[in-house]
């Protein structure tokens, strides 16, 4: 004999009422196993109906707390999951270890042991804050003297410091302008522990002793190797395309205002690539996610050196 589902159902639903009279005829009929089975399957099909439907297993975890696991991996390659775990106890937030380990093991991430090994991009970021790097600048201006402009960038902002401007750079002038370095950097409460410059005639070694008195170390570069002092050696180019090739300069006065006004304008606006299109002085904004028909995009041209740059912002 076989039964229908609605059969099958309906002996499971009322095994426990049927009258002693048939149980003999049904214990012919199916086994007790059976009749079991024909229970659980009742109730698995009842349960599946009173759940939500299309969820199944724990909830999902939320997805700031795993972008958050993600950028505490990458912000520290040396955490294994059970050092994220505790990280995240401390902010409060309650995730399982079981849990860390699972979000990293989807997205491919290795083991800490695997991982921590420090790459020379990591090292060299790590001591940029403490790198200050100069050289000379040469331009000619329109009375056909040649000028030497002496700049120091730091690596971790890239802000850049012109420190001055001259036809004659002697010793004498190059020891003021890192004397006036070495006071600016003190009355701002920053300290640079290396400058790196090239083997230039021109830097005297009295600098020296005055650095290594305000605990800066002077670090000379190889012999015809610029690419040891790159940062420099790549912004130099940018100031030559964006204010000195495209700027008549008519004499020294004129070339220190100018290059006053550039100063200002590249650590406070300039966007760079290397800080995620921030300025040194100034940090990105938050990003407007209103679509733009709702939001008066009002935005106003600030023309710097006489209209060669310019310079954008809201208007007020």
Known sequence: MKFAPEDRAFLAARLTS???????????????????????????????????????????????IRALILRLVR???GWGYRRVHGELATLGIKVAPSTVWEILKQEGIDPAPERASTTWADFLRSQADALLACDFIETVTLTGQRQYILAVIKHATTRIRVLGTTAHPTATWVTQAIRNLVMDLEDAGSRARSLIRDRDGTFPTLI???????????????????????????????????LLDRCLLWNEHHLRQALGEYEKFYN?????????????????????????????????????????????????
């Not at 439907?53 to 997805?63: K, M």
């Not at 005055?210 to 690419?227: F, K, M, S, Y």
């Not at 050696?233 to 395309?241: F, K, L, N, S, V």
């Not at 606006?269 to 290397?274: K, S």
């Open 18 to 64: 049927l009258p002693r009279e048939v149980l003999p005829r049904l214990r012919l009929v199916v086994r007790p196993d059976t009749v079991l089975r024909w229970h659980r399957d009742l109730m698995r099909r009842r349960h599946a109906r009173t759940c939500q439907p299309g969820r199944r297993g724990r909830r999902p975890t939320i997805r700031s």
């Open 75 to 77: 912000e520290n390659p």
């Open 208 to 242: 020296e002793e005055i650095l290594a008195e305000a605990g800066t170390q002077t670090v000379l570069t190889g012999i015809r190797i610029p690419r040891m002092n790159s940062i420099v050696e790549r912004r130099a180019p940018t100031c030559r395309h964006e």
């Open 268 to 316: 406070q606006h300039r966007a760079h690539q290397a800080l995620d299109q921030a300025a040194p002085l100034r940090a990105v904004p938050d990003p407007i996610i209103e679509p733009v028909r709702v939001i008066d995009l009002t935005i106003r041209r600030h023309d710097c050196l006489g209209g060669i740059i310019h310079a954008y912002s809201h208007a007020a």
